[in-house]
């Protein structure tokens, strides 16, 4: 079936050990085109990553220099100052096409400075610029969020029914 | 660091799935929370919640601990990313379409359901503006020609009720993929130790879970389960995930939720709105049925088995209509579908036709003459004057009710016993 992501390649999937894995080795976040705008996921997603204690660095050029939950807005990634390096992963919240750009910015830029994974929100898949990514062995999540599957992989999600795939009799 | 998931049985599963113990109390046995609102931790807390940017507890016609508990269970055994509790399996129906439904829509459902699945597609959701079209999936042509730009789903029963069919799901999962459209399985009669619809090209299941899943017949409940693979955005035919939802600020479900977006829809809209959550205390007593499922599903089958062979070469018997039974047609389909067993119900064709039926459920003993199934109490019943009474005598037949149809539904008690009661009933009924 063809999806709206135009290139009729399966949509893709990744095992919950692999999304687990990233999340548990992921420290520090470069959040590119988040928002100020509360009611955006750009903005309660990055928000939430905060609150479970990743470091959000946000990465906007047309709101550099406002203030987003403490944080000074970047324009670039480039910008990042060298004190908050390693820079694990950057969050791509830009459509599709856009995603393009921003993955090669994230390898000129953060390749040197630690960067182990490009993760593209839900509705964001760009295959071209992944293989991009894969090929200086960073590895690449696309149309996922990450609040959800740190939700749903973390127990969090339970409360709403989801499958979280935990299974203990410990007291947690 | 291996990427390798950590798997585990479906005994194991039916147990432990969704019920670690108890975060607040360290209870091993989940807890019944009666219970209808929760605190805020502060207005901010409030606010994300009701945005859906937070999930909690807010209010239990949306979510409630020992709900969610059942939900989880259920959608980790049926394979789905994710699962919706409701007040009974006519509810969980509603729930299944109406994400996808809107006035003037339509959607393809096989001629062999349930008969009460039948009198509601066909009149109540009239007045939803949904429009049914009944098929026989036997025939695949037939399926695709009832498949217009309004179709929003395809809709069977992995093994139906009253049993003796089993659909070719993977045959019915290609063509509604094929037109864009979702499969949608009621899995009730099958439950997911039997079949598990999604492993086989569905993207919903139904359960009435008030039958084999409780498997007491204590409790009223109906379960939905996305598989969370169906691409919502592809065809353009499902607004309510992909266009802005006025009631949350303009949010758009599966840009917000993908692969999850179908269950917050049913969370965030559809319980919220239409409001058949189900009670705490029947997620309770459903939880503690699935707790030996598979023990009695494997009963259940060996059972069936047992008195559809003997019912099979029975003087005073026309037929017997159970895919378990090598003279079915549809045996084949058991290996494919359900290896583990056709389920214990099924129907049988009496001699002496309607008058004959009528006497035969007046004159057993142990046999509950009922309107139900899945209990591990052994039910007998004359569709035709019962369960599928409202029906024509076309849809009768159609779905497998005709005048001399008998339905049985085989419990846990001694195979033998069933079949002596039978046997005394059946030389009353027929002479």
């Given amino acids: 079936m063809p999806n709206e992501h135009g290139s009729g390649a399966p949509l893709p999937s990744y095992s919950d050990a692999y999304l687990k894995r990233i999340l548990t080795e992921t420290k520090t976040i470069a959040a590119v085109g988040v928002s100020r705008n509360e009611i955006r996921p750009s903005h309660y997603v990055a928000r939430y990553l905060k609150t479970k204690g990743f470091t959000v660095i946000p990465v906007n050029p047309t709101q550099a220099g406002e203030t987003v939950f403490g944080e000074t807005i970047l324009s670039e990634m480039s910008e990042i100052p060298a004190d908050r390096d390693p820079i694990d992963m950057v969050d791509v919240f830009r459509n599709s096409e856009a995603a393009g750009q921003v993955v090669d910015d994230a390898l000129e830029a953060l390749l040197e400075r630690g960067l182990r994974t490009i993760w593209m929100q839900i509705g964001v898949i760009n295959h071209e610029a992944a293989a991009r990514a894969e090929a200086k062995g960073v590895q690449v999540v696309m149309n996922r969020c990450p609040k959800i599957e740190y939700q749903r992989l973390f127990g969090e999600l339970r409360i709403g029914g989801f499958n979280t795939g935990q299974i203990s009799s410990r007291l947690r | ?431």
């Fill in chain 2, 1 to 431: 660091m291996s990427d390798e998931a950590k798997t585990y049985g479906f005994d194991t599963l039916q147990l432990h799935a969704g019920a670690q113990p108890d975060p607040a109390t360290g209870a091993r046995q989940t807890p019944i929370y009666q219970n209808t609102a929760y605190v805020f931790r502060d207005a901010d807390h409030a606010a994300a919640l009701f945005n859906l940017q937070e999930l909690g507890f807010i209010y239990s016609r949306l979510g409630n601990p020992t709900v969610a508990v059942l939900q989880e269970r259920v959608a980790t055994l049926e394979g789905g990313v994710g699962a919706v509790a409701c007040a009974s399996g006519h509810a969980a129906q509603v729930m299944a379409l109406f994400p996808l439904m809107g006035p003037g829509d339509n959607f393809v459902a096989s001629s062999r359901l349930y008969g009460g699945s039948i009198n509601q597609f066909g009149h109540a959701f009239k007045h939803f503006g949904w429009e049914v079209r009944f098929v026989d999936t036997e025939d695949p042509d037939a399926v695709k020609a009832a498949i217009d730009g309004k179709t929003k789903a395809v809709f069977c029963e992995s093994i139906a009720n009253p049993g003796g069919y089993i659909s070719d799901l993977k045959a019915l999962a290609g063509i509604a993929h094929d037109a864009g459209v979702p499969l949608l399985v009621d899995n009730t009669s099958a439950t997911p130790y039997l079949c598990r619809p999604l492993e086989h090209g569905a993207d919903i299941v139904i359960h009435s879970t008030t039958k084999y899943l409780c498997g007491n017949a204590t409790s009223m409940g109906g379960m939905v389960v996305d598989k969370g693979t169906f691409d919502w955005g592809a065809s353009g035919r499902f607004p309510n995930m992909t266009e802005p939802e006025a009631s949350y600020h303009g949010l758009k479900f599966f840009e917000t939720f993908g692969n999850l977006a179908f269950t917050f829809y049913s969370i965030a809209i559809t319980l919220r709105d239409i409001g058949m959550c189900q009670a705490p205390m029947n997620a309770f007593q459903t939880l503690l049925g699935i707790e030996t499922l598979s023990l009695r599903m494997d009963k259940h089958c060996e059972n069936a088995l047992k008195v559809a062979q003997h019912l099979e070469q029975h003087s005073a018997v026309e037929y017997v209509s159970y895919a378990g039974l090598e003279s079915s047609p549809y045996y084949s389909r058991v290996a494919e579908y359900c290896p583990k067993g056709a389920s214990s119900i099924f129907t049988f064709g009496v001699k002496g036709g309607y008058d004959a039926c009528v006497k035969l459920v007046d004159s057993v003993e142990l046999f509950s003459h009922l309107a139900n199934l899945g209990d591990a109490r052994s039910l007998i019943i004359h569709s035709a004057s019962t369960t599928h009474r409202q029906l024509t005598p076309e849809q009768q037949s159609a779905a497998g009710a005709g005048p001399e149809v008998v339905r049985l539904s085989i419990g846990l008690e001694t195979a033998e016993d069933l079949i002596a009661d039978l046997d005394q009933a059946l030389a009353k009924a027929v002479g």
